[in-house]
């Protein structure tokens, strides 16, 4: 789309966000063109399939697709037997257990995948990443169920788990640092003994880095292995969102400000999506997946989720990955098996953050999918869980030859695993 489009697009938004909000004080105004601006330029390469799809399709029957895939999908349904852990500031995290189920039980494709012998007591704790929650990793966690020990979290603020206390209280920014240190107050709980094989996608990946850094010894006498999807150890503050350089320059130099402006009005600017719904579910989409063929009901799931972080958090976390930087926490990880992955479509940790990590952890398998965008554990499941079988398999989790070929396609021809 030309930047010319880019700008009707953004007065498009502009006005939306301030109709939204009209009744507001002037300053608040101001405020809202200024993020209808930058909404405008993230918008850009959404608007146009979002104006044909009005042209075709009424806001009551999207509205009634939407209502349908809710109430039918699957996906996020999984739930473990639940625990809570509490952050040195008394934030309380909520995490789910899912344990390993007797071998006489295991279902018949399960014994295919991973054969009859008994684990090795491993447990595999998963991180999920920025406005998303555990559930996040529904199809690895449906592949792995009962077969290996699993924690899924929520990180601070999201999910099931409170709102972070300094940030309530104090006013405190969130900091990579203090999500290094929520997951190490998780583990105590939850996995207080025993190896462990950390995964995190994007955000959850800075919290493990964060982790190591922090926690070294943990590292090194507990982490058997880690793998780090779509994710970045730094220089987050370079990635240009797919946008041409006028509108990345704009959005960096508004968008903390903007972020602020609008938790501080978190009830109307709520409103406000609730009212540009179309809008940001193109969005979303946009920066969420690359292929076209996505199921629609795993397309309104990563809408859920995200639409679920209320405004106020997504600016109280935004400005911690422009100062994150844990390139140094890597050398933790190079005498462990390591899977680094990533979607070579991903326009919000682009895939050179991933060779980037790879390159500093050489015996690292670098694994990058194509036709992938940044949910790509969503996206295309059956690759990331295989290649996390294979990891498992080389820390002795699950027996050698386990593989999870084809489990959890996320085409629209293919039906829920």
Partial sequence: MSESSAEAVADAASAAVAS???????????????????????????????AIERLTVGRGMRQKARLALDSAGPYGA??????????????????????????????????????????APVTVVFCHGYCLSQDSWHFQRAALRGVVRTVHWDQRSHGRS??????????????????????????DVAVPDGPIVL????????????????????????????????????????????LPVAGVNAVRRVLPGVLKALGQRAELVEKGRRATADL?????????????????????????????????????????????DKTEALVHFADIPVLVLAGVQDLVTPSEHSEAIADLLPDAELVLVPDAGHLVMLE??????????????????????????GYGSTSSTVQPG
Avoid at 79 to 108: N, S
Avoid at 389 to 400: F, I, K, M, N, S
């Fill in 20 to 50: 939204a909000t009209g009744a507001a004080a002037g300053g608040w105004r101001r405020a809202t063109g200024v993020a209808g601006t930058a909404i405008g330029v993230l918008a850009a390469g959404a608007a146009a399939g979002v």
């Fill in 78 to 119: 999984l739930r473990g037997m639940p625990g809570k852990a509490y952050a040195d500031d008394g934030t309380e995290l909520y995490f789910e257990v899912d344990d390993v189920e007797p071998e006489a039980q295991l279902a018949p494709r399960r014994r295919r995948l991973f054969g009859r012998k008994a684990p």
């Fill in 162 to 187: 409170g709102r972070g206390v300094a940030q309530i209280q104090d006013g405190l920014p969130v900091s990579i640092d203090q999500l290094g240190q929520d997951l190490k107050a998780v583990l």
């Fill in 199 to 242: 995964v995190g996608h994007s955000m959850g990946g800075m919290t493990i880095m964060a982790l190591a850094a922090q926690f070294p010894e943990l590292v090194r006498e507990r982490v058997v292995g880690a793998a780090l999807v779509g994710s970045s150890s730094g220089r987050l503050g370079e990635v240009n969102f797919g």
């Fill in 280 to 324: 940001f579910a193109g969005i979303i989409k946009r920066y969420s997946f690359a292929a076209r063929d996505i199921d629609p009901a795993v397309e309104r799931f990563a809408e859920r989720m995200i639409e679920g972080t209320p405004i106020d958090v997504v600016a109280e976390f935004y400005p911690a990955f422009t100062e994150h």
């Fill in 380 to 405: 295309h499941p059956e690759v990331v869980t295989d290649r996390l079988a294979d990891l498992l398999t080389r820390v002795g989790a699950v027996p050698a030859g386990a593989t999870v070929s």
